[in-house]
């Protein structure tokens, strides 16, 4: 089996390195000094399960590669519609896109039978671009539960949880799945098959859209916001407004809101990729995380009032540190840059209608 992982970052170089471990054929795909380590020692993985190292091929130019059966996206979402130069070499006509991303995926619709299906989310697939780049039925959904960090230029460390779940958008049990499942699984992760991964997407998305901006705008880590009685409360209405759009959507999310509440409580002092990247001075990742379900409580017609506040203040905050263009010149006289789940309970439901944050 051949994969290729595009954006060799925490991440995606861990799901390499765990492949590579496993006999699987893996190319990673990065730049700068990253490149330079991957090249020069390969990948090295901490962790408290037990540490090891390997060498997988590392490259920039995807057409070294060539076309490989799995392409392994460790981009942030934003980057997707500018990723056809690193994906397209990589493709034959039978590749799946396994996308390692927090937030409402670009195939949310597809294969999804009901009012809203082949719909696009403009949040996340303005204008098609991104569907353009990666066709959706090539997707196959992928949820991650795993902690990573870069120590270093090709030094990862693994915190927490080993699963990633994944799923074919229509909900069939696909060899294509069952191959990549086997191979993760072999490489020391969990990687089961679900039947609905939009379950699982709901799941992780009640921590990241609360958690992520609010840390943003606080700084504040995960137990400092759940131990505020009163962020606490803010974080548990965006949670039930999230699930009650799902639930509009047809979705059910098999875990309770405090569940979730404690288990990001557990976490600790943990901060989120938001504000990781914010403290790094990189783009947000907010609007597959927030904005699009933003887009989608207008979808199904859901007030929402507490996300629709939460994403003006994040939108406000993204616009503030977005690159500027120059101001125009006067001119002169003739010259003028996203743990894993609680086993899970009957289904919650509100009366109207797990590690949160890993990938992260």
Sequence with gaps: MRVAVV???????????CLQRAGADVSLIARGDNLAALRSRGVEVLSPRGGFQVAPHAT????????????????????YA??????????KEDTTVIAAQNGIPWWYFHGLRGPHEGHRIETVDPGGAVSRVLPPHRAIGCVVYAATE??????VRHREGTRFSIGEPDGSDSARCREFSDAMIAGGLKCPVEDDIRRDVWI?????VAFNPISALTGATLAGMCRHPGVRELVAALMRETLQIAAALGCHPDIAVERRLAGAERTGEHKTSTLQDLERGKP????????AVVELADLVGADAPTLRTVNALGDLLGQRLAPREPAPREPAPREPAPRE????????????????????
Excluded at 61 to 77: M, N, Q, R, S, T
Excluded at 82 to 91: A, D, K, T
Excluded at 150 to 155: R, T, W
Excluded at 284 to 291: D, G, I, R
């Design 7 to 17: 954006g060799a970052g925490a991440i995606g170089a861990y799901m390499g390195a």
């Design 60 to 79: 920039d130019d995807p057409a070294e590669i060539g076309p490989v059966d799995h392409v392994i996206l460790g981009l942030k979402a934003y980057s």
């Design 82 to 91: 500018s990723s056809g130069p690193l994906v397209h070499p990589l493709l």
């Design 150 to 155: 870069l120590d270093a230029p090709g030094v």
């Design 204 to 208: 992780k998305l009640m921590g990241n």
């Design 284 to 291: 947000l990742e907010l609007a597959a995380m927030l904005t």
């Design 341 to 360: 789940p609680a086993p899970r309970e009957p289904a919650v439901r509100e009366p109207a209608g797990a590690g949160p944050n890993s990938r992260e």
